[in-house]
């Protein structure tokens, strides 16, 4: 079992920002609390607001970041706007911002547009793929481009140069991870610095042609994930072995906190709690299959998933053990944002410790004992039969945040291999994120308050899988799963 007395507020943003777009905004209020542009002096305010609580909060600023590299961009920020007048659109106070944070190189230390000050994209999501992008996942014809097209250059710049200039307004650890998230939000109009995009592509049979952007407002029908089907299990019959698709680490009881805590309220978002899938039921659903079939291997994709709860990663883990594991160390930070937005949950902190204070997950277990778990994210049922079969975990650069925590403590305590790419992060550093938006632009932000350190004390900058498999462009284009592939053949020839 995980020896989990940390305190996780299971706040993971890139798992609300993610689904936003799939689910359906509360349109008034996200209206009146996002203006489509600020005046110089307020924009002055919102930048001082950010510094201050980001510097207030953050656990370690200096973990990647240099404090000259960090001291420049602040300041260069600062006198930026103290020269400015007239009004300043929001849009573009958003990318100076995001520019600043990605200085730091923390993923959890960021910030998004408000939902309602630019929902519009392209009516595509785009994959990239041995360095190649291409258009994935088509919406509609309005561009009249096709599923499996290559985009090559974007306003006469070569696509991968065009991606690198996106990423200096990511927050990141590694630069993969910088690319992941630059091409999942390459279709919205708010990330680019012009909006008059002109692509070049070129058709599978080699024809080349041009495409102009058209923006569309397709908030309902557009998103990375889906909050009603964050996981899904399927049967391999030729190989006898599971294959479980695991894109976020959210279920109903996730989606009851984020609602209570007004999570979801401060994101603009409705979902239905009572069709979110359970993650107890569905598990237990999944390993007594695998027991009835006497299925020796279990497949867990994680490749698409960057986060959300990290305690539903405990809950997988008790299927497969009772023993005590290594688990990660660390420490929470205290701040003025943590006491205005979780006094009540960290009291006793609070009343024991000065503002400011590094508190490790010993002296919380100490102090709050039980206090320091939640109860309704553990088991009702505890499974009296644990999985003896093999687990195999699929992993990319988008596996991130409470995906790769889970990775790491199935890998440091040998309960499963990985294959495929390294993950998005090596398992240490900030984490855990404050949700906070700024007072003028209503600029979402959010900024880490904990720092973990590996239950290995691995220091790898990217959690390293055990069988390193590289998708190529020309396994996407024939339609195949390179990853899964060879994770199959791999286990028919019993090497794995």
């Avoid at 992941?180 to 708010?190: E, Q, T």
């Avoid at 998103?223 to 894109?247: C, E, K, T, V």
């Avoid at 090596?426 to 632009?441: E, K, Q, V």
Wanted: some cysteine; overall charge neutral; aromatic content about 10%.
């Amino acid at each position: 079992m995980v020896n989990n007395f940390r305190l996780f507020l299971l706040i993971a943003t890139y798992l609300i920002i993610a689904t936003a777009a799939v689910a359906a905004p509360d349109n008034e209020s996200a209206k009146s609390a996002a203006p489509t542009s600020v005046t110089a002096a307020q924009a002055r305010e919102d930048i001082s607001y950010l510094i201050s609580t980001v510097e207030d909060s953050h656990p370690d600023l200096y973990y990647r970041a240099t404090r000259e590299d960090y001291g420049k961009a602040g300041k260069g920020l600062q006198q930026k706007y103290a020269v400015a007048r007239g009004d300043i659109k929001t849009v573009s106070l958003y990318r100076d911002i995001a520019a600043f944070l990605g200085v730091i190189h923390d993923g959890h230390t960021s910030c998004s547009l408000p939902l309602s000050s630019d929902n519009a994209r392209m009516p595509f999501a785009a994959k990239l793929v041995g360095g190649r992008l291409f258009v994935d996942r088509l919406l509609d014809d309005s561009m009249h481009v096709s599923t499996g097209d290559e985009i090559t250059a974007v306003n006469g710049i070569p696509a991968l140069k065009y991606l690198d200039g996106m990423t200096k307004y990511r927050s990141y650890e590694v630069y993969g991870r910088a690319l992941v998230s630059v091409v999942n939000s390459f279709s919205s109009r708010g990330s680019h610095e012009n909006e008059d995009l002109k692509l070049l592509l070129k058709k599978r049979d080699g024809t080349i042609y041009t495409a102009k952007a058209v923006w569309e407002n397709v908030t309902d029908k557009y998103g990375m994930l889906n909050p009603y089907q964050p996981f899904s299990f399927s049967y391999l019959d030729g190989i006898n072995a599971g294959y479980m698709r695991w894109d976020t680490f959210f279920d109903r009881r996730v989606c009851g906190f984020y609602a209570r805590h007004g999570i979801l309220a401060r994101m603009g978002m409705q979902v239905d709690q009572s069709k979110v899938p359970d993650f107890e039921d569905f598990l237990h659903d999944v390993f007594d299959e695998l027991e009835r079939r006497n299925t020796p291997y279990l497949i867990v994709d994680l490749r698409e998933n960057s986060g959300g709860s990290s305690l539903l990663g405990n809950n997988f883990i008790s299927f497969l053990t009772d023993e005590k594991i290594k688990d990660y160390g660390g420490y929470i930070k205290l701040s003025s944002l943590l006491k205005k937005t979780h006094g009540d949950t960290y009291e006793k902190l609070f009343a024991r410790y000065p503002p400011g204070s590094k508190v490790t997950d010993e002296q919380q277990k100490e102090l709050m004992g039980e206090e320091a778990s939640i109860p309704e994210f553990e088991l009702r049922k505890n499974p009296q039969q644990k999985y003896k079969g093999k687990v195999i975990l699929l992993t990319g650069y988008a596996t991130y945040s409470a995906a790769e925590t889970f990775t790491v403590l199935m890998k440091d305590n040998g309960l499963a291999a990985v294959a495929g790419e390294p993950t998005g992060n090596g398992g240490n550093g900030p984490i855990d994120s404050l949700l906070f938006s700024l007072p003028n632009s209503r600029i979402n932000a959010r900024v880490s308050f904990s720092f973990q350190t590996r239950p290995s004390g691995n220091q790898e900058k990217e959690v390293s899988p055990d069988i390193r498999i590289i998708p190529t462009a020309e396994d996407y284009l024939a339609g195949r799963d390179t990853v899964l592939e060879t994770v199959k053949r791999m286990i028919v020839d019993k090497k794995i």
